[in-house]
């Protein structure tokens, strides 16, 4: 029985039958089995693909991308998942940063769409907006496909907003899964999710916030650990704590990266903007005041340089477990010594971890691929069944 | 019986053999059985797509789009239309707004081409030249083909120019078919092509004049009108003249907006520069004359802003056939109190009307891949045939 | 017995097994069998699309694209190829005229390259620069493939680099063999790789050394002719005297195009940049010295001008084997008293070659496609046996 075989078999005891159709905008709106199927059918099809079975599902049809934000890794993952099951990326290319108005969404989401299965969207450079933005277009599209207008219902992949990083984040668990052995594994493991000092500003919170309201979901003690000022969004506090409740793992908070790290298994140093800072900023940006704007960036910018200590040295890795806890980033990271001065981790420990964290990227294009595939698939057992028992190659060589 | 079969069957009746390998650059170079054609095709691709056909003729290939003016629906619309039949977009991206050189233009369009089947081009900003460079393109092509360097004879799309919008005006004569039952049912049908007030200028003509050349062919009364000064180009007026003549219908111009809405079944506000002050400008872009196009712009937002009443409002609405005229847009439109304070319609209105415009635009990528169809494929009947009685599907699943 | 069968039998007898998950950087560093395969490959995909077979033989994958100069011609080869094969074309889109660091390439290079089967590289700008960057980028594919990063190892295409353009190159030698009716007819014929005067300055020098390193390899009478002070790389002319002593050809230098041009079959007067000041020019832009580079190319434009002289007039191509000497270009050319007063060719003389020129080009998809396909076929006699014995057709009508 090939591994794609198994796969399924498990698949079809998952209760996913509300995945068909469904947008993927955050992980804390799925059940515990709708985020294992993804896990699964990301597993399966790149088991298939290694194999030279063919995965493509779709004849024609187009996976629209919009990016408000640039994106090198996330757009390349888009596109190879696309191209993965049949479809033709087509960019859908907006000024970037406008904050746009609900009527003209609602136009431009229809007008793009008429023969589009999926769209993925990155906007996440203002808080309140992204999400926002993400739920204007797909409602957009809901009603469009409802009047008559579209006559296939697209689904969403959140490609990261101002709230969370599904893909980021689900694939960093995948990697995390893998690298212990299997989800049995990890109830009672420490994870640092903790901000690192950096020489640029204003990076996105939704990579903290996606990991602190996604691993407190496997039984994990999750600490998140930021100097004052650097608070992510109270709501996703809170999906946190109810996630540890739920699972029997832990959440809690820290002002000390030293606590965070210490006998942790797994370590996320990171740099972020504080919430209420990219509040003020979204809302000066509403009001067109560069003034104000490059004000608060020179604030912001010296408000990190005060904590230039959070970093993530040889020292700190010494005190996690064995002296050797797991080592995760989105990438670019700030390498201290190599992309700049000082940054968020030192160049050995980055160095030493290459390989497994170029592994935990290469599984966002299969996350964004299964993500896809159950909203598409109407029976995702059967068809994943049909492509291993099937002649199809993706190489005819 | 399908309906596919049934639209083939119809298909088996027109004569349309000088449709293959040929260009599509204005409706009237077009017989009313070709039209039809194009009207059918769209249609069996539609039924096909809704009935998970596969609609893929092509296994390699590539479809060169060409936009010298921005665009979004249309661009998507040429993606989807492409991909439809399985050919690869490949966007050429020249400067925008160049006059380009013969010469040019002849090693560019080879160039691009050796793998190319389909050539969609936009280029409308310059009265004069939009129509003659697409001939440039294609008589190059045309005379590659014949010297041996180019394998197949790419065929045009156009997607837009100085004098025509094809596959706009197509598509919004399909939308009217469906809303009125029909082609039988638009004899004497009175339309109102008029223009309106928007705080932009220097929008193109090709549509007024594409509408008033297309929609005059269906025995329909068709009103042109405008502001004195807004004058579209005369030798399109003669074509709709005799277009009229020649079906019953008739063609005949005002300078009131009051009387072209005046029990019209169908109206079509929107705004376009006077043909004579493009012509202008076109002149002055060649001089390099930057001061002379800056006062140019202000003279004509001038002369705009006098003629503010010529907006498509509830009160003129209301005095159309039983109030309810169907309402049509190229879009995006000015939206009075939305996307501008005063513009070509009331936010009313054209709220009212959102669902069919929507549908009006759905036509677009049905309609070119219609073209490409029939300009590609040598027997069209049999090959609907074939695809309608195939198992491929669009979605193996 | 078809073309393509003759083709794979012929292809059969060479020696290619290095071929295999091999990059192709520079035409000297494969072996004479290894490019007569490319050439037979390339005449083998041309005349199956011909007879309308499919050539796609990836179901999916990618081909990534990163042009860090300009190009509209190699680009659409390069998409070209892949769309034949089934390959998704996907552009990586980098700051142009970066010099990038070695960790930021090869994290980037993995990040995009997880579902990626070829990579092609155009990177000209800088010498020593271009083919460091293309090398940089494919060690950290072999490494991540290695260590299991990439589950497949992408192979290179090297569309142009400081050193070599060997796509172009190859296309030129193609189309010479079929204009000489087979590359047997090429001993003893004289071609002329001459330095021509341009109105622009800093074009790269890969064409000329291309040539030189290529041409000499087929026994042919190679004279490398340019104005004092336009010498290129040393290394090249060294490879050059190598492969024409090797082949019973020649390779020797003049200082006069005249000399060149005397009884030549081939011409290829081309312009180029000073070796040594393209050198002083990445040292000047390592530095940031916008100065001194502003100061170099005034220098560098003045030095041109004093060469005027050197264009492929018609009294020129009248010394040339009886006055009808094949003129090549890679294009776009600068054409006296077309594109510019005065350039590299009098237009007359470019204008009667229109058609060869064309030609030439077109060969470059298939010399592609033929180098990715056999960097990623494993038996191409076999594949190739099987695409001309399959129903499967590029179009299905």
Known sequence: MSKTVELARHLEKLHINNMYKNDFYWTWDKTD???????????????????NKSTRVFDSGL???LFRDNSTRTRFSFASACNLLGLEEQVLDEKKSQIAHGETVRETANMVSFMADVVGIRDDMYIGEGHKYQKTFMDALEEGYRDGILEQRPTLVNLQ???DHPTQCMADMLHIIHQFGGVENLKGKKVAMTWAYSPSYGKPLSVPQGVVGLFTRFGMDVVLAHPEGYEIMPEVEEIAKKNAAATGGSF???NSMADAFKDADVVYPKSWAPFASMEKRTKLYANGDQAGIDKLEKELLAQNAQHKDWTCSEELMKTTKDGKALYLHCLPADISGLSCPEGEVDNSVFDRYL????KEASFKPYIIAAMIFLAQVKDPVKTLMAMDASDAHRKNF
Chains 1, 2, 3 share one sequence.
Do not use: H, N
Request: include cysteine; charge should be negative; hydrophobic fraction near 40%.
């Open 63 to 65: 996976g629209i991308s």
């Open 252 to 254: 809690r908070k820290t």
């Open 355 to 358: 390989v497994p964290l170029y």
């Open 161 to 163: 907003c101002d709230v």
């Open 33 to 51: 089995e709708e985020l294992e199927a993804v896990f699964t059918v990301a597993d399966a099809l790149r088991d298939l693909r290694e194999r």
